[in-house]
């Protein structure tokens, strides 16, 4: 799914880093979807730091939700204000070496 919002928590924590994400629904409800990531460790070497992601950011997380149908995901990337997308796809990471 495509989770477009505004960040309201980034926890950089072991043994899972996650981000709350407020969506605004097609009925005009916000919902609150929490997104699972892996640990910092594996982060830093996709291109995160602890600053990445900010509370108050407008962003879009591409993520995997849950079979239940519960707002909650398993993260697979964000595209940050500044047009950045993390991690970065193959093709781009091959262009900036």
Do not use: C
Request: net charge positive; hydrophobic share 40%.
């Amino acid at each position: 799914v495509s989770l477009t919002g505004t960040i309201q928590e980034f926890r950089w924590e072991n043994p899972h880093s996650s981000i709350d994400i407020d969506v605004t629904g097609k009925d005009g409800k916000v919902v609150t979807w929490h997104v699972e990531m892996t640990a910092p460790a594996y982060l830093v070497r996709q291109g995160f730091k602890r600053s990445s992601v900010k509370k108050g950011d407008m962003a879009t997380v591409m993520a995997n939700p849950l079979i239940s149908g519960d707002p909650g995901a398993l993260f697979v990337s964000i595209k940050l204000p500044d047009g950045q997308v993390l991690p970065q796809p193959a093709a781009n990471k091959d262009k900036a070496k």
